[in-house]
C-alpha cells in the first residue's frame, strides 16, 4: 500500500465516522457526552468481538458461512430497526441539544496566563545549544563576544 492510497483511505474514514459522531454529539447532551460516546465505543467494541465469535462458533458446530452470515442478519436487523425508530421519534435531533447560558466574562482567567508563562518557559528550555549558536552566528557582532 502506497502513502497515496494510505491518505485517500483514511480520508474516506473521516468521513465514514463523521456523521456519527455528529448525531451522537446531539443526542447525547442531556445524559453527557463522555458517557454517550462511551457506550457507542463500547458498543461498537463489543460488537467487533461479538460478531466474529459468532461466525467461528458456527463453523466450529460444522454449520457454513451462509448459516454464520444468517445468523448475524438478526443483530443487523435489530440495528436498523432501531435506527428507524429513532428516526421517527426524534426527526430533527440538533432539537435535543441544550443550548447553555454563556456566562459573561472579563477575558481569560489569571490562572490561564500563569500556564501560558510556565508552558513558555519549559518551551524555552528545550532550545538547544547549536540552534542558539546558528542564530548568534548570524548576528553582526564581533566574535569574540561569544565562544562558538
Known sequence: MS????????????????????????????????????????????????????????????????????????????????LVVARFLYPTPRELEVTPAIPASRGLPRTFWLYLAAVAFIAAGYVDYPLIAFHCAALPVRQAFYPF
Not at 44 to 72: N, R, S
Request: proline residues 4%.
Open 3 to 82: 502513502a497515496d492510497d494510505s491518505c485517500l483511505d483514511n480520508s474516506g474514514r473521516s468521513h465514514l465516522f463523521s456523521c456519527p459522531s455528529i448525531m451522537l454529539s446531539h443526542a447525547t447532551s442531556e445524559v453527557g457526552r463522555g458517557w454517550g460516546f462511551g457506550l457507542h465505543e463500547a458498543m461498537d467494541q463489543i460488537g467487533a468481538v461479538a460478531g466474529p465469535l459468532i461466525v467461528a462458533l458456527v463453523l466450529y458446530l460444522k454449520g457454513g458461512y451462509k448459516t454464520g452470515f444468517a445468523i448475524l442478519f438478526i443483530p443487523a436487523f435489530l440495528a436498523l430497526t432501531v
